[in-house]
């Protein structure tokens, strides 16, 4: 009998002359970036920085594509859309200190939003190590320790040949469901060093399939078969899985009504008769969905956005599928089902049994309309014009990045994002300057169709930088910025709780001229002609800029 662990892949003649007889001039970082093309790997991002530089320098020699964003918070965002865009992980190239710490807001993104960012961080010397105060440039006390409550695992490579396991560790755990952002250190002298090791050729880092429990999923189907007034809510897991077409036979096969958190925007089917879209910021859809018998929810925690601030109390049975163990039932007792989304809702599908409901598609209706009614007394004609004149505007298939911003809020309830995973956004940790950096790593993943970023002024000052990094490599990415002359959201939060905003003002420049400094063309819209506009800028080549000045208001909050 012949067990798996005796099985020993065995070099062939030519492989093991080519290890035998590595090429000259390679350093640890070659072991870096070989690991990294081995593991599939073909683009990555960073920031240079002194102690990094061996892994810089091993880039001229690999196949791998790099794109160097301004500030590594920016190149965080990059990779982090890049992530949830291919579904694969994206590589991040940062040095010790302050340019690796600059990056933590980005990763504390991609571990909300459950982006497979991989960042690779140097270190200082390997004789700095260890918690002393020896001076070293950029020393910490523990780097690590930094990093060890944002992302999902840290691993530590203190000699050359410790890299590639290292590495290929992390890989696995960034793709393990729940997808996460993962922290690898390796010193300055450990890539800077010579190296005879191999040239590291394929790598295996097979991520485990978090796969339900069969007795689980059995009592759930029971108890959607045999629910009265099912409902579904379908959270950002349904996207990463890409379980979409899982959920729309589920949901049909039940006749459930659906709504989609705003991390699962697309997931199904915005005008589909059992569709209640995104309004979860409405006491209408909260009242609904308190009223469900069996309320199945699908890759989300219910979180405070998601839960309508904390104040949705299901009154039914509540079944929760989803990856990350932590959130199961964090929030409300549940049937929980520690699972890849995409797994059981396969499971589901395979047996529940059919139910026949007349009634489930007039109760959406009835919730819409008093949604619509709602929203249509409170004067918002200029925020939805704007938002249709972007939908109009936008091909279906394009990616979309939205900022914290006004209008992005307005977008998480009342956009039709018409295709699984093409409408992201920072509400994971709520960080501005998120929009269009993303937009330029969602463009470096796939660069023949056009991306939007949507920022306010305030957000894309964050980020103004990554215009050179926008031009430099010519990526097809338009930025919508909306001009209200301050923090707008905080403006109205102060002045609905003080009477007064404070320090929510800004002078900002004239983001038309700055963009054209820098090469890309630009132009100041109203929002009569914002439809217009926006899409031809869409359509050309290479990145623009629409500025429009406007002062957006939100609808009235319903959880107060």
Same mark, same amino acid.
Do not use: C
């Given at each position: ?39 599939? &790997? ?102 690590? &320790? ?70 689980l999923t059995a009592v759930a189907a029971h108890l959607l078969s ?17 379980? =979409? ?32 879209? =995104? ?19 699908? +890759?989300? +925690? ?23 163990? +932590? ?25 529940? !049994? ?24 409170? !004067? ?75 920022? +306010? ?37 102060m002045q609905d709780t003080f009477g007064e905003a404070t320090a ?12 054209? =400094?820098?090469?890309?063309? &630009? ?38």
């Amino acid at each position: 009998m012949t067990h798996d662990h005796d099985l020993v892949l065995r070099p062939t003649e030519a492989q093991t002359a080519a290890a035998l007889n590595p090429p000259a001039g390679r350093n640890g970082g070659d072991l870096v970036v070989e690991t990294l093309a081995g593991l599939g &790997a073909t683009t990555v991002f960073g920031l240079p920085g002194q102690h990094a530089l061996g892994m810089f320098d091993a880039l001229r020699r690999s196949s791998l594509s790099y794109v160097g964003l301004r500030v590594e918070n920016n190149a965080g965002f990059a990779a982090d859309a890049y992530g949830r865009i291919t579904g694969e992980v994206a590589p991040l190239l940062l040095s010790t200190g302050p340019g690796a710490l600059m990056a933590l807001a980005a990763l504390q993104e991609s571990a909300a939003a459950s982006a497979p960012v991989l960042a690779i961080g140097s270190q200082v010397p390997t004789a700095g190590l260890g918690g002393g105060r020896h001076g070293y440039l950029h020393e910490l006390r523990d780097q690590q &320790a930094s990093f060890r409550d944002v992302v999902k695992s840290v691993h530590t490579a203190r000699t050359q040949s410790q890299i590639p396991s290292a590495i290929a560790a992390a890989w696995e755990s960034a793709l393990t469901a729940p997808h996460g952002p993962v922290w690898v250190e390796i010193p300055q002298d450990v890539l800077l060093a010579p190296t005879t090791l191999p040239v590291v050729t394929a790598m295996d880092a097979t991520p485990h399939e978090v796969v339900p429990r069969p007795e689980l999923t059995a009592v759930a189907a029971h108890l959607l078969s045999g629910a009265a007034r099912p409902a579904i809510i379908a959270g950002g897991g349904v996207v990463r899985s890409d379980a =979409s077409g899982k959920l729309l036979a589920l949901a049909e096969k039940l006749n459930a009504p659906v709504v989609t958190t705003f991390g699962g925007k697309g997931a199904f089917p915005w005008e589909h008769p059992l569709s209640l879209q =995104s309004w979860l910021e409405d006491r209408h859809t909260t009242d609904f969905l308190e009223s469900a018998d069996v309320l199945l929810v699908v +890759g989300s +925690g219910l979180g405070e956005l998601s839960s309508n601030y904390h104040t949705f109390a299901p009154r039914g049975r509540v079944i929760q599928i989803e990856a990350d163990a +932590g959130k199961l039932e964090s929030n409300h007792p549940a049937l929980g089902i520690h699972a890849d989304a995409r797994l059981a809702l396969s499971a589901l599908l395979e047996t529940v !049994e059919e139910r026949e409901d007349d009634t489930a598609a007039a109760s959406v209706r009835t919730v819409l309309d008093r949604v619509r009614a709602r929203i249509a007394a409170q !004067e918002l004609t200029l925020e939805q014009q704007v938002l249709a004149s972007v939908r109009e505007a936008l091909p279906d298939d394009a990616p979309s990045f939205w900022d914290m911003t006004i209008l992005a809020y307005w977008a998480w309830s009342a956009f039709d994002a018409r295709h699984p995973n093409t409408m992201h956004s920072a509400q994971g940790a709520g960080g501005l300057g998120y929009g269009f950096p993303a937009a330029l790593g969602a463009a470096a993943a796939d660069p023949t169709r056009p991306v939007l970023a949507v920022s +306010g002024d305030g957000g894309a000052m964050y980020s103004i930088a990554e215009l050179a990094t926008a031009r430099q490599y010519d990526l097809p990415v338009t930025w919508l910025i909306v001009d209200d002359g301050g923090y707008g959201i905080l403006r109205e939060y102060m002045q609905d709780t003080f009477g007064e905003a404070t320090a929510t003002e800004l002078s900002r420049p004239d983001f038309v001229a700055l963009a054209e =400094s820098f090469g890309v063309p &630009a132009v100041r819209t109203t929002p009569q002609s914002l439809a217009e506009d926006l899409a031809k800028s869409l359509t050309e080549p290479g990145p623009s800029v629409v500025v429009l000045p406007a002062v957006l208001r939100m609808f009235a909050p319903t959880h107060l």
